[in-house]
C-alpha cells in the first residue's frame, strides 16, 4: 500500500438543511468515509454556513480560514473533502482558493464505490456512475467559461473545442460501458433464472454502511467474505447457499451498504446491484443498535428501500436485527429487548426484531427462527388436483413453486408443492379446473 495522502475534511453544516442527525455525527462519518480510502485525516471541521454563497457555497470568511488551515499544517494537505453536494461552479473555486484538489461528497463516493466493486458488474456500474458525474462537470464547466469569455472569447475556439471532444470522448466510452454492462446483466439474468428454476428462498441483508452485515453473513455461512471495520466493505451483492434449522436451503444474500443522501447518479447505478433485494423472500434490515444515529439510520435505509420500489406496505416480511448488542450498557441492552419482544408480540407477521451480536453469535439463533418462521409463514405445503390435460399446469407449478411430489389419481395428477397464498391463490385462477386437493377428498367424502 502506498503512502497516505492527507486530507482534510470539512463538513458544511448548511441553515435550512438540517437532517435528523448532528453536525458534529455527520462529519464523524464523513471522516469514516474518508478513511475507508486510505486517506490521512488531518484535520476535520463544522463550517456552519448560513446563506450558500453561488461561488463557493461557504461563505467567503471561513474559505480564508481553511486556506489558512491548510498552510499552517506541514506538510501541506493535497485534498480538502467538502462533504456536501458542490456544484462544478463551487467545485472549482474553492480548488482555486485552497490551491489543493477538493472532492465533494458524490466524488468522495464514487471513490470509494471505485476501491471497493469486486465483480465486472460493479466495476462498470461505478465507471458509468463516474464519467456521468466527470461528464456534468465539464458541460457546466463549459458553459460557465464561455459566459465568462463573453461569446468570442479570448481563448478562441480551440478550448471550446477541446471540451467538446473531450465530451464526445466521454459520450463515446458511456456507450461502450452500457453495452458491456448490458452483457454483464444479460449473464446475471441467466442465473438468476437458474436458481428460480430451483426455487429456494432468498433471504437478503441490508442495512447502513457499517451496520454489520458483512459479519453477520459470515456468521451464517461461515464463508469467507470481506469483513472489515471499512465503510463500504462490500460493493456487490454475494450469495451464498445456507441451510436453515430445519434443513430448508435458502439463499443469503449480502448487500452494499445505504448511507444517507446517496448521490442520486448513484441510486440508479446501484439499482441493478440491489436487484436481489427486490426478489428476496425475506429481508433481514441489519442494523447497529450500539450507534447513536441508529433511528436516522433506519429512516435512511427505509427511504433507499423506497426509492428503489420495497415499500412499506410491501407484503414481505422484515425481520430488524438489532446488531451489536455486545457493545451496549445493560440499561441500554434492557432497553433493546423490551423494544424487540413489544414488537415480536405486535407482529402479526409484520416486523420482527431480533437482538443479535454477529461478532458473539448471541440472539442469532432466534434470528435463524425468525427467519424461518417467517418464510415458513409465507410457504406453505399444498396439494393440489390437477385434472387431465394437466401439462400447462404442471409445467407452471414447476416454474414457479417446490414440487415436492406427484401422484397420479386416474387420469388425473396431484402435485404436493410449497407455495404462497398468493402463488395459489394466482393458480387456481389461472387453472379453474384445478383445485385444492383436500377439497376435492372433502367433496369425494360428503357424497
Ligand atoms: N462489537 C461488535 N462489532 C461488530 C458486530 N458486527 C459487526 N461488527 C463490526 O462492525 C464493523 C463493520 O462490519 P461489517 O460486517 O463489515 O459491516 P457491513 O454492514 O458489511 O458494512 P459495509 O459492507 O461497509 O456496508 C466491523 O469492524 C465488524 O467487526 C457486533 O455484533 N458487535
Ligand atoms: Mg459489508
Known amino acids: 500500500m502506498t503512502d497516505a495522502i492527507s486530507a482534510i475534511v470539512i463538513h458544511p453544516a448548511i441553515r435550512g438543511q438540517e437532517s435528523a442527525r448532528a453536525p458534529n455525527a455527520r462529519l464523524e462519518e464523513a471522516v469514516g468515509l474518508a478513511a475507508a480510502i486510505n486517506l490521512k485525516i488531518v484535520k476535520a471541521e463544522v463550517a456552519s454556513v448560513a446563506h450558500p454563497r453561488p461561488a463557493t457555497q461557504i461563505g467567503v470568511g471561513k474559505v480564508e480560514e481553511i486556506g489558512h488551515a491548510l498552510d499552517a499544517i506541514s506538510p501541506r494537505p493535497e485534498l480538502v473533502i467538502v462533504d456536501s453536494a458542490l456544484s462544478p461552479v463551487q467545485h472549482r473555486n474553492l480548488e482555486k482558493a485552497w490551491n489543493a484538489k477538493v472532492l465533494d461528497r458524490t466524488a468522495l463516493i464514487l471513490e470509494i464505490f471505485g476501491e471497493r466493486a469486486q465483480t465486472a458488474e460493479g466495476r462498470l456500474q461505478v465507471d458509468l456512475a463516474h464519467l456521468a458525474y466527470q461528464r456534468s462537470r465539464l458541460v457546466r464547466s463549459w458553459t460557465h467559461l464561455e459566459r465568462q469569455r463573453g461569446g468570442a472569447g479570448f ?263 410449497r407455495l404462497s397464498k398468493k402463488a395459489e391463490g394466482q393458480f387456481l385462477k389461472l387453472f379453474p379446473s384445478a383445485r385444492l386437493a383436500s377439497e376435492h377428498a372433502a367433496a369425494l367424502g360428503g357424497a
Do not use: C
Open 155 to 417: 481563448l478562441g475556439g480551440p478550448g471550446e473545442r477541446q471540451i467538446e471532444s473531450d465530451r464526445r470522448a466521454l459520450d463515446d466510452q458511456i456507450v461502450r460501458l452500457k453495452k458491456k454492462l448490458e452483457d454483464v446483466r444479460r449473464t446475471r439474468t441467466l442465473q438468476r433464472a437458474k436458481r428460480k428454476k430451483a426455487p429456494h428462498p432468498v433471504i437478503a441483508l441490508v442495512g447502513y454502511t457499517n451496520a454489520g452485515k458483512s459479519t453477520l453473513f459470515n456468521r451464517m455461512t461461515k464463508a469467507s467474505v470481506k469483513a472489515q471495520d471499512l465503510l463500504f466493505a462490500t460493493l456487490d451483492p454475494t450469495m451464498r447457499a445456507i441451510d436453515l434449522p430445519s434443513g430448508v436451503r435458502a439463499i443469503l444474500s449480502d448487500t452494499v451498504g445505504f448511507i444517507s443522501d446517496l448521490p442520486t447518479e448513484l441510486v440508479a447505478a446501484f439499482r441493478a446491484t440491489l436487484e436481489e433485494v427486490l426478489e428476496a423472500d425475506v429481508i433481514v434490515h441489519v442494523r447497529d443498535v450500539s450507534h447513536p444515529d441508529t433511528d436516522a439510520q433506519r429512516s435512511d435505509v427505509i427511504s433507499v428501500l423506497r426509492t428503489l420500489g420495497i415499500a412499506e406496505d410491501d407484503e414481505r416480511p422484515v425481520i430488524e436485527a438489532l446488531n451489536k448488542v455486545d457493545q451496549l450498557s445493560d440499561d441500554e441492552l434492557m432497553d433493546v429487548r423490551a423494544i424487540a419482544s413489544v414488537d415480536r408480540l405486535n407482529a402479526e407477521g409484520a416486523l420482527q426484531r431480533i437482538p443479535i451480536s454477529a461478532t458473539t453469535g448471541e440472539g442469532v439463533k432466534n434470528l435463524f427462527d425468525a427467519i424461518e418462521g417467517a418464510l415458513t409463514a409465507a410457504h406453505e405445503t399444498t396439494a393440489l388436483l390437477l385434472p387431465a390435460p394437466f401439462g400447462a399446469a404442471r409445467a407452471w407449478l414447476h416454474q414457479r413453486t417446490e414440487v415436492l411430489n406427484e401422484t397420479a389419481s386416474g387420469v388425473d395428477l396431484v402435485v404436493t408443492t
